[in-house]
């Protein structure tokens, strides 16, 4: 055994090679799983007491021996294969490879998330199929307003002979869900898909996305409405940003203003995109109505809050200028990956 261990030990250490199949070869014959080493340890196992001790030793220094020759020979093929193999030209470009980007709806979407959150908002949802409770009746909506008209809602089912199932038109019947179910006080914002019976063209659309905003407890007042607002305004289109409230009239609020602020393309000054005046709209606004907090079951002698809801299609319009709003839902490559730098 000695001498066969010799032998291969000579063998062993004289091989070099700079070719990966003959030092697979290599591999194969000494550290194999039917190789030598293999077969001297089988042999190892028949001989005597006295023997072994001697022989396990020559035996795994041996064993090592062979290892050790192959991956010093493994690691000289790898680095010469990245320098000097002839078929990698490592100096030419790598592939270019294409980065996706974020639909420009999505990055308003988190970036009113992310103000909201800094604020200690938190995001609320709910279904887009509603029943008339949730989308109109909580909410204060006479039984006769014209919002419940078939012209502007996309009414699904009839209860009782009425309409009742339908596409909620607003991302307020997220609010009274959340009112419903929780204890104020509540400070969240709804963003969601919205539906209206629109025809569609480059100023409207049948579906739009909303983000709503609801913030009840004691003692909120119209001054924290402005404030959130103005705040949020400074955030989303920067620091001297101008803001003004118009009245205005919601079911589910009162008072209810109407927001706008300084022309985010002209700074004030009159461009197309405010038709000249300096101001464009972004959001309705208002005190809950104690109607709607007594609907959702809360106590409206201890509460207070207010809402606001804007569109997300308006902001993204203020911000990259996208003109028509039908480019939104279409999904032409084209205009999509105008917004891959936003991303990164
Ligand atoms: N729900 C209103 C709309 O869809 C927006 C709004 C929300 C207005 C909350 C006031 C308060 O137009």
Redesign the pocket.
């Known amino acids: 055994m000695q001498n066969k261990i010799d032998q291969y030990a000579a063998e062993i250490k004289a091989f070099a090679t700079a070719k990966a199949d003959e030092l697979e070869a290599f591999r194969i014959k000494f550290l194999g799983t039917k190789g030598i080493i293999k077969d001297l340890f089988e042999e190892f196992k028949t001989v005597g007491p006295e023997e072994k001790r001697t022989f396990g030793k020559v035996l795994n220094e041996f064993k090592k021996l062979a290892e050790t020759k192959y991956n010093e020979l493994k690691e000289t093929q790898n680095s010469e294969l990245t320098t000097q193999n002839s078929d990698l030209d490592l100096t030419l470009p790598g592939d270019g490879f294409n980065v996706g980007s974020r639909h420009p709806l999505s990055l308003v979407r988190n970036e009113i998330i992310d103000i909201f959150k800094r604020l200690g908002f938190v995001v609320a949802e709910g279904p887009e199929i509603e029943d008339d409770w949730h989308n109109f009746s909580a909410l204060n909506f006479p039984e006769e307003h014209p919002a419940r008209d078939m012209q502007d809602t996309f009414f699904i089912k009839k209860n009782n002979g009425k309409d009742d199932i339908a596409l909620r ?2 991302t ?1 019947s997220v609010q009274v869900r959340m009112m419903e179910h929780g204890k104020p006080p509540f400070r969240a914002i709804m963003p969601g898909r ?1 539906y209206r019976n629109e025809a569609i063209s480059a100023r409207a659309h049948c579906f739009f996305h ?1 983000v ?1 905003g609801l913030y009840v407890d004691e003692n909120v007042s119209f001054a924290d409405l402005k404030q959130t607002l103005y705040h949020f305004v400074q955030e989303l289109y920067g620091e001297g940003t101008k803001v003004r409230f118009r009245p205005s009239y ?1 079911p ?2 009162e008072p ?1 203003a109407e927001m706008d602020v300084s022309c985010t393309i002209c700074g004030g000054s009159g461009c197309n995109m405010c038709k000249y005046s300096g101001w464009v709209e972004i959001l ?3 005190m809950v109505d104690p109607n709607v907090l007594e609907n959702c079951g809360i106590d409206s002698n201890k509460f207070t809050g207010f ?3 804007m569109g997300m299609e308006r902001i993204a319009n203020l911000k990259y200028v996208i003109r028509d709003l039908r480019l939104f839902s279409e999904n032409d490559s084209r205009f999509l990956k105008q917004f891959t730098a936003e991303m990164l």
């Open positions: 038109t607003h307020s919205v909303q709503e919601f589910f609020t209810s309705g606004c208002g809402a606001f809801g």
